[in-house]
């Protein structure tokens, strides 16, 4: 099946998407209340994912939070932590280049943004018809963080009927063994796992 999905995605790269999720300053530098300790690390292999899919061919769809001012769409769970730690990913917050993503991993000309509410990509976005439009059946995931934002939409993909790809070093969590124990559980779910390197050899190859 994972080399079924993977020779499908170079031969018809016009049907993959791949979804950068989260690379966001807020979440990536130290001074945020919500950085992840891995995400920094994660920025030269998602660099090197991104450039390989766009050589390819495949679509690339930039998934994003931005809070409001007034903190009425953050979620429940972080909310306290946002507010007394200067309300990044907010533009009217402490952090004001929080909502930017790496010079590496900005979106070119073409490349859709899509801001989501809630950890999932799929979660009150149009992402599914944007890809369905497109004709899009596998989906490579790249961004953070692994147990929430990369694997709820890795579910909801799979649920879609998507082929899922992960890039493990694309992606990153608070610990290895929080991201160890994440990528486990999606690819026993079905969801192919590879590394960036063996990413960007197969788009080559």
Known sequence: MQAAVLGDLKGRPERGALLMIDMQMGFIDPASPLCIAGAAGSIGACAAVLAAARAAGIGVFHVRREY??????????????????????????????????????????????????????????????????RDVDTLVLTGTTTPNCIRTTCYDALSYNYNVIVIEDATSSRSAEVQQANIADMAFIGATVMSSREFVHLMRG
Not at 82 to 102: E, H, I, T, V, Y
Request: aromatic share 8%.
């Open 68 to 133: 409001a001012a007034d903190g009425s769409d953050v979620e429940p769970v972080r909310h306290d932590l946002w507010r007394a730690g200067g309300r990044p990913l907010c533009r009217a917050g402490d952090f004001p280049n929080s909502l930017d993503a790496p010079a590496s991993l900005e979106p070119t000309l073409g490349e859709t943004i899509v801001v989501k509410p809630r950890f999932s990509a799929f979660f009150g976005t149009g992402l599914h018809e944007m890809l369905q439009q």
